[in-house]
């Protein structure tokens, strides 16, 4: 069965500092992964998704992702983390042995910018 | 475009009683999927519904259930209540162009349940 993995619960950074995001997955096949981010109160909004090229994919909000293949990781980065970037952030992977769309969810990450 | 639409977003509800969640997704979307978010367990995919069809389940029991219509808005309904029900069930939309899809879902704001 395919999974993903967020080995932090949160994230601590200064403003103006680099952010990553941890992601690993584990999947048969090539997968289709992708990041959200969850602000409070409300539902999940779609950041970037990697399918197939290049490795470093650029999504909204300035952020970006590298794909790993050798070290199965996905993990979400910004040069420069803005105090509006706290938030939740979910890695997911789409399940390519079952028709459509279902997707399964890290555990997310909390990301906590201060001033 | 208007966004994908749940109604209510919140609402209480004692144990044992039934409840009925509604989500319209973005116009032209024919894919309708659940969630269900809570602090524990995470992010938990219900269902999929495409052309009024259920496409794929998780492992819930058979107490929650849902349907899409022909103009694809889509119910879930959770019958008999538990207080681990209590959650934030969120409803995606997708296009889908390709199978399996490339797409990304786009989320409603979701319907926060609390049982009693």
């Known amino acids: 069965a395919q999974s993903v993995a967020q080995p932090e619960d949160q994230v601590n950074v200064a403003e103006g500092n680099p952010l990553t995001v941890k992601c690993t997955y584990s999947?048969?096949?090539?997968?289709?992964l992708f990041w959200y981010v969850q602000y409070p109160n409300r539902g999940l909004q779609f950041l970037l998704k990697?399918?197939?090229?290049?490795?470093l994919v650029k999504g909204s909000y300035g952020f970006e992702a590298e794909f790993n293949k050798s070290q199965t990781s996905f993990h979400l980065k910004k040069p420069s983390a803005l105090v509006s970037d706290s938030a939740l952030y979910f890695c997911?992977?789409?399940?390519?042995?079952?028709?459509?769309?279902?997707?399964?969810f890290g555990g997310g990450t909390r990301v906590l910018v201060k001033p | 475009k208007a966004g994908v639409t749940q109604t209510p977003r919140y609402l209480i509800k004692t144990r044992g009683q039934q409840v009925t969640l509604s989500c319209s997704p973005i116009?032209?979307?024919?894919?309708v999927s659940w969630y269900q978010q809570t602090p524990g367990q995470g992010l938990q995919f219900l269902f999929e519904?495409?052309?009024?069809?259920?496409?794929n389940k998780g492992n819930f029991p058979g107490r929650f259930s849902g349907r899409q219509f022909s103009n694809s808005r889509s119910e879930m309904n959770v019958s008999t209540l538990e207080l681990g029900d209590s959650a934030l069930y969120l409803c995606?939309?997708?296009?889908?162009?390709?199978?399996?899809?490339?797409?990304?879902?786009?989320f409603g704001e979701g319907s926060r349940l609390t049982v009693l």
């Open positions: 995606a939309s997708s296009q889908v162009l390709a199978d399996p899809s490339t797409g990304e879902l786009f």
């Open positions: 999947v048969s096949g090539n997968p289709y």
């Open positions: 990697y399918i197939t090229g290049d490795n």
């Open positions: 997911a992977v789409r399940d390519l042995k079952a028709a459509g769309n279902k997707l399964t």
């Open positions: 116009s032209g979307h024919r894919s």
């Open positions: 519904y495409f052309s009024e069809t259920q496409r």
